[in-house]
């Protein structure tokens, strides 16, 4: 399974929501504390891009030592229609800098330096400090995930429901399915959502043989995996 570190790490790197939390700045809206585009530096640090006016950046501005406590809260929508939509959270803790004369005009760059991180989402709960933070690397796929998962589920979904004949034995005792929608995908394997309702669902793992690298192995493991459901 992917570590808490590179989940944490794919989440930042992907465009599922991001606001920055802020003491003393709980009045604003989130749109106004949400960054326009982020990315993660060689050395672990987050680069946060803001209106040269947005919140954060007069607060960054504004603070002593020229560094502000704040923590970077992300939230993961999956992107098909499933009960209980969010798959995770994860927020990640440090101090914020300007700097100055880096994006266009108009614009402020922030620095975000990692101190620690936490995340909770499908795989379960993890803690991350700076360095697994700075060293681990976003999943190969998260790029393409929100296009395939889309492509699965509104052109495969009779392939997907094939996929219930490999939960064997076990899929008898679970709650009669009405839906079936690919929940989330990874370079380890696919996730998929059973549901007869919001209090009336289950997730099932299919892991691949091994890990996959790029899309081109991507599209092998799944055509194996529809072929091993068929039967």
Do not use: N
Not at 34 to 57: C, K, Q, T
Not at 83 to 90: C, E, S, V
Not at 176 to 185: C, E, K, Q, S
Not at 190 to 197: D, I
């Amino acid at each position: 399974m992917p570590s808490a570190a590179e989940r944490t790490r794919t989440l930042v790197q992907t465009t599922c929501s991001a606001v920055l939390l802020i003491p003393g700045a709980e009045g604003y809206r989130p749109e106004q504390l949400a960054p326009e585009a982020r990315a993660v530096g060689p050395d672990g640090e987050i680069f946060l891009l803001y209106a040269a006016d947005a919140p954060p950046v007069r607060a960054a501005t504004h603070a002593q030592a020229d560094e502000l406590p704040v923590v970077l809260e992300l939230t993961d929508v999956a992107p098909v229609s499933v009960p209980h939509r969010i798959r995770g959270r994860a927020w990640v803790s440090g101090r914020l800098t300007c700097l100055p004369g880096v994006a266009e005009r108009g614009r402020t760059m922030l620095r975000l330096e990692v101190g620690e991180a936490r995340v909770d989402d499908l795989w379960g709960t993890g803690e991350i400090d700076a360095e697994e933070f700075s060293a681990a690397a976003p999943d190969p796929l998260h790029a393409y995930e929100t296009e395939l998962l889309q492509h699965l589920h509104a052109a495969h979904g009779d392939r997907l429901r094939e996929l219930t004949g490999l939960l064997g034995d076990h899929a008898t005792a679970l709650a009669p399915t009405r839906d079936v929608a690919p929940l989330a995908l990874d370079r380890f394997g696919l996730r998929v959502r059973f549901s007869a309702g919001p209090e009336r669902c289950f997730d099932a793992r299919f892991d691949f043989p091994e890990p996959v690298r790029d899309v081109s192995g991507l599209r092998r493991e799944m055509h194996r995996l529809f072929e091993a459901a068929r039967g």
